[in-house]
């Protein structure tokens, strides 16, 4: 089974600045990534899938990057929406298997 | 628009068994794999099961295998979770979920609570 890891588990950010996350799998997805964001109280929502591919609806301040067993969510100015959790997926191999998340939160 | 509304959540005790339901609307339900994904609290998201468009296939993540049964009812666009055996460890808030391979719609989830 694929063990997917996230770094750092809490990251602190200033609206406004750039958050970068990092999502890193004990073997190559390929590009069969998905990243979420989740409020609390809230379900998952989709932010990216295919490592970079934009879901419907998402700001284009969210971009994905990487393939093999690195990747990275850029957020390039974070609103004050943006504070929550962040999960990676990968989904080339079964069983589909999350990270652990990575909370970002105001400085 | 996409709705996915979990039902059937509640306290239990341990050995005993439980039947989720998801009632999807906004999409053709029966050209879409399923899935359910839990989420203990304070915890991270696990994926639990999912079915195929028709139910022939489904499949299980190996801690809940024997005990949860995943089914669908496409004339009723219904999606459900049959948990037997429950363990304290099976406590979670459960999200059924559009499956693309990524999660593409999730509903607001249903708390099972396994507990004397």
């Known amino acids: 089974e694929i063990v997917m890891t996230q770094s750092p588990a809490t990251l602190s950010v200033s609206p406004g600045e750039r958050a970068t996350l990092s999502c890193r799998a004990s073997?190559?997805?390929?590009?069969?990534l998905a990243w979420y964001q989740q409020k609390p109280g809230q379900a998952p929502r989709l932010l990216i899938y295919?490592?970079?591919t934009r879901a419907t609806g998402i700001p284009a301040r969210f971009s994905g990057s990487g393939s093999g067993t690195e990747f990275t969510l850029t957020i390039s100015s974070l609103q004050s929406e943006d504070f929550a959790v962040y999960y990676c997926?990968?989904?080339?191999?079964?069983?589909?298997?999350f990270g652990p998340g990575t909370k970002v939160d105001i400085k | 628009e996409v709705q996915l509304v979990e039902s059937g959540g509640g306290l239990v005790q341990p050995g005993g068994s439980l039947r989720l339901s998801c009632a999807a609307s906004g999409f053709t339900f029966s050209s879409y794999w399923m899935s359910w994904v839990r989420q203990a609290p304070g915890k991270g998201l696990e994926w639990v099961a999912n079915?195929?468009?028709?139910?022939?296939?489904?499949y299980y993540v190996d801690s809940v295998k024997g005990r949860f049964t995943i089914s669908r009812d496409n004339a009723k666009n219904s999606l459900y979770l049959q948990m037997n055996s429950l363990r304290a460890e099976d406590t979670a808030v459960y999200y059924c979920?559009?499956?693309?391979?990524?999660?593409?719609?999730w509903g607001q989830g249903t708390l099972v609570t396994v507990s004397s």
């Open positions: 073997q190559s997805v390929s590009s069969n």
């Open positions: 997926q990968q989904y080339n191999n079964w069983p589909p298997a």
């Open positions: 079915i195929k468009q028709d139910g022939s296939e489904k």
């Open positions: 979920a559009r499956d693309m391979s990524w999660f593409q719609h």
């Open positions: 295919g490592a970079s």
